[in-house]
């Protein structure tokens, strides 16, 4: 072989396997690391390559695959119909070219069906006498994952049809969230100490993946149909298509128009080129089809997509300047996340000065160096990403951008745990972010509510030595407070601001205080700022331990006992109150006289099972899990963790692990059923 081809081989080799890759991170991991575009180009660079020596091609190119592999935590379906993509194009010779081949192919000019193009996932779902009965992902086309339970919550998707649906409907659309929605959830995931979801495709396919179902319910998640499998016959055309499954009650978009040349289409795609920023969601295109299913029928498939439809792609904004520096912020939790300073420039209409680089990997994967000019993108994010550096651009002696390895704040050394791609200042107790962020944090209107605190008010009082962790909020008086003042600039617009306490403001903040001593004991919790302790995770430890002692004394078994509490919470929970310092803020917080205990809702049915301890396991038809443990407690009954010798039962449902059934045949524990447990508390 010569030299050329070998490096035409290598070339091929190469793209493959780099392509594939950037499919299982979009597809399973939905975590892209290139544009939507950089991945178009490469494809088409690798069909190129095959095109010319198709000896060299992989049997399993990416060229041919739909894409991805299938997650492994949902049962895996295989697709009646394979689920295929679309061929896309970003440019406008590409579309009237389709159109030549399409016109060409059936002999005469066709009428298509324009629509957007959303930017969320696919999703297949089967109805079955009008009762939805699969919804299946995309996964490799071929097979997908059953998340039918989670697309259950959807609200725009009916989990019943009416009017004249047929026996057997398979239809395909695209799940997607709103990016109001979106932005919400991202807020609270920050103020949670979670991280943020890049965009609003990527947090919608995260969601569907989720194995917690009432979480997934929590996440606002929309659909739009827009695929039809079969009924070509009734149907006639694909817009009719939408315009029924619309009228049996499946969620369509209002925006498809039919367009009787090329030239109504291209029309079509600049109008929304314009206008999509007024949508509420993310689109990144229009798809084009031909809108006669008889015409389609005779236009058929290639390997891998319909020869009726191609996807116009829109750019997606990107603007090259100048990398000023990087800096690093340190959040609550004490991440670390490093942020680009960039030469001004205008982006989508307004002016970029900073992007997020998530971490110390994509620092190094993009090569950054100080002084580069660097492509920045702004998809559906808020903060714009830097995509690309043109190395070509690059000044000379630029120096190479080193992670920093000391908090830039208190200078403690970071560190990195296994498997996780953020660094951490472990001075958890002394680095003043993490303090005041911690502070801002119990003060947040879903904690104490102390919003008389807000704007800047928790970094004047630390600065002056009057906090260090929340407990110390109870100690304050007002001559502390009366005449406090600093100067705060705005890090954006560089405007001064002077923050001052007069006798009014320090009235309120005291008020305030005192007024957060009757908050719930559950937001209490939440406040303190528990890694992995959101909102829910707390409601449900002020639930069943009923107050901060029984709570501080649970072993990791009791914690992990609660449906949805894992071990990575648990132990989360255990290293939190095995910490000193925690134990003596929790004893000044209870002196100050906050709840530390659940105020009482539940109230006991009868005594029935008094002093019978229950081991709950499985899945049950009559009642949720949680409601089965309720009903344990409120007839006098007690819900524990694993089997033991002290177990009096075992309430088994459907699925129940073989592993505890065994453990309870061997200690010879009554397993009874939901029917028996019923009888059980009905007298
Ligand atoms: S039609 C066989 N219509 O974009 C035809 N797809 O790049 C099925 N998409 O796989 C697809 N909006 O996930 C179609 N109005 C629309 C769409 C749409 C978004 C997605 C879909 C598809 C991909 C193609």
């Not at 995509?387 to 830039?408: H, M, S, W, Y």
């Amino acid at each position: 072989m010569t030299t050329a081809n070998e490096s035409v081989r290598e070339e091929i080799r190469k793209l493959t396997k780099e392509l594939k890759e950037h499919n299982y991170r979009y597809y399973v991991l939905a975590d892209p690391s290139i544009s939507d575009r950089e991945f178009d180009r490469k494809l088409k660079e690798l069909e190129s390559l095959e095109n010319q020596y198709p000896e060299f091609r992989d049997p399993n190119s990416p060229t041919i695959n739909v894409g991805g592999e299938v997650t492994k935590s949902f049962n895996t379906i295989r697709h009646d119909v394979p689920m295929l993509s679309l061929g896309n194009t970003y440019s406008r010779e590409e579309l009237f070219a389709f159109d030549e081949r399409v016109t060409r192919f059936v002999g005469q000019s066709v009428t298509y069906s324009c629509e957007l193009k959303f930017d969320g996932f696919a999703i297949g779902l089967k109805y079955k006498n009008g009762k939805l009965i699969q919804a299946l992902t995309r996964g490799d086309g071929i097979e997908g994952d059953d998340v039918t339970v989670n697309v259950r919550t959807i609200r725009s998707i009916p989990g019943t049809l009416h009017g004249d649906y047929p026996e057997d409907l398979d239809v395909r659309g695209e799940i997607f969230m709103h990016r109001k929605a979106f932005e919400k959830m991202n807020e609270e995931r920050i103020a949670n100490g979670e991280k943020p979801f890049a965009n609003p495709r990527n947090s919608a396919a995260g969601t569907i993946k989720i194995q917690e179902q009432d979480e997934v319910a929590r996440r606002p998640l929309d659909a739009f149909m827009y695929h039809v499998i079969g009924h070509e016959k009734e149907l006639q055309t694909h817009l009719h298509a939408l315009e029924k499954i619309h009228s049996w009650g499946l969620p369509v978009n209002e925006f498809s128009e039919t367009a009787n040349s090329i030239d109504e289409v291209w029309n079509f795609i600049t109008k929304w080129d314009k206008k999509r920023r007024e949508l509420s969601f993310d689109i990144d295109g229009v798809v084009v089809k031909v809108n006669d299913y008889h015409l389609q029928q005779e236009l058929g498939f290639t390997a891998k997509s319909p020869r009726w439809a191609i996807a116009y792609k829109f750019e997606t904004e990107r603007a090259s300047t100048r990398l000023l520096s990087v800096s690093y912020q340190v959040g609550r939790t004490g991440a670390i996340t490093p942020v680009a300073n960039l030469e001004p420039i205008l982006l989508l209409g307004t002016i970029v000065k900073r992007a997020s680089l998530h971490n110390e990997d994509i620092i190094r994967e993009l090569d950054l160096h100080t002084g580069d000019m660097v492509f920045v993108e702004k998809g559906g994010e808020i903060i714009p990403k830097i995509v690309g550096v043109d190395t070509n651009l690059r000044p000379e002696n630029a120096e190479v951008v080193q992670f920093i390895t000391k908090c830039p704040e208190c200078g403690t050394s970071l560190i990195r745990k296994e498997g996780e791609a953020a660094h951490y200042c472990p001075n958890e107790d002394h680095c003043p972010p993490q303090i005041k962020g911690r502070i801002e944090h119990f003060i947040s209107r879903k904690a104490m509510d102390i919003d008389s605190l807000g704007e800047g008010k928790i970094g004047i009082l630390y600065d002056n030595g009057l906090l260090r962790d929340s407990a110390d909020l109870y100690s304050l008086t007002f001559d502390q407070l009366n005449g406090l003042s600093k100067t705060i600039e705005n890090e954006e617009t560089g405007e001064q601001r002077l923050i001052s306490f007069r006798e009014k403001t320090a009235e309120k903040i005291l008020e305030g205080i005192e007024a957060s001593k009757a908050i719930p004991f559950n937001r209490l919790l939440y406040g303190l700022g528990i890694r992995f302790v959101g909102e829910t995770v707390a409601k449900k430890l002020a639930s069943r331990f009923k107050n901060m002692d029984a709570l501080m004394a649970a072993g990791r078994e009791d914690l992990i006992a609660i449906d949805e509490i894992g071990e990575r919470i648990a132990d989360s929970v255990i290293e939190y109150f095995a910490e000193e310092t925690h134990r003596e803020m929790v004893e000044r917080l209870r002196n100050a006289g906050v709840q530390l205990e659940a105020e009482e809702t539940q109230t006991a049915v009868s005594n029935e099972l008094e002093g019978k301890k229950f081991v709950v396991s499985g899945v049950f038809v009559k009642y949720g899990r949680d409601e089965i443990k309720d009903l344990i407690e409120k007839h006098g009954g007690q819900n524990i963790g694993s089997i033991s010798a002290k177990t009096d039962y075992v309430l088994a449902g459907d699925k129940m692990g073989p592993a505890k059934l065994e453990k309870a045949q061997k200690l010879g524990i009554p397993i009874i059923s939901e029917e028996d447990f019923d009888k059980m508390i009905n007298g």
